[in-house]
C-alpha cells in the first residue's frame, strides 16, 4: 500500500494531529469521509483530478477545514518529488522545492 494512503487511513485513527501526501496513489474520495485531522494534498498530473477535489469538497466541510491544503502540479509526474525525481530538470527542482515548502507551511498551521 502507497504511503500517502497509509497516511491517509492513519488521520483516520486519530493518532495524528496532520497527515499529508505528496503524488498520493490509490485514494478515493471516500476515504476523506473519516479524517479526524488537516490534510495536505499535493497530486500530480498522473492523479485523478477528479477524484482529488471530490476528496477535497468531503475534507473541506469538516471542522479543520481552514487548515486543509490541496495544491496539484500539473505539470509533474507521479513520484516527481521522491524516487523519479529529476532535479537536474529546472521545471521539476522547481515543483521539488515547492512542494516541500508548501509541505512546511501546511504542518506549521495545521500543528499550531
Not at 504511503?3 to 496513489?25: E, R, S
Not at 474520495?29 to 488537516?38: I, Q
Request: glycine fraction near 4%; charged fraction near 25%; hydrophobic fraction near 40%.
Amino acid at each position: 500500500m502507497p504511503g500517502a494512503k497509509v497516511a491517509t487511513l492513519a488521520n483516520a485513527t486519530g493518532a495524528f494531529d496532520a497527515t499529508a501526501g505528496v503524488h498520493p496513489a490509490m485514494w478515493a474520495s471516500a476515504d476523506a469521509e473519516n479524517l479526524k485531522a488537516p490534510i495536505g494534498v499535493f497530486p500530480s498530473k498522473d492523479e485523478n483530478e477528479e477524484e482529488f477535489e471530490k476528496f477535497m469538497e468531503i475534507a473541506n466541510k469538516k471542522p479543520f477545514a481552514s487548515k486543509n491544503k490541496y495544491k496539484r502540479y500539473p505539470t509533474q509526474i507521479h513520484g516527481w518529488a521522491a524516487a523519479r525525481a529529476d532535479l537536474s530538470d529546472p521545471e521539476n527542482l522547481k515543483q521539488y522545492e515547492d512542494v516541500y515548502t508548501e509541505l512546511s507551511h501546511f504542518f506549521k498551521n495545521a500543528l499550531a
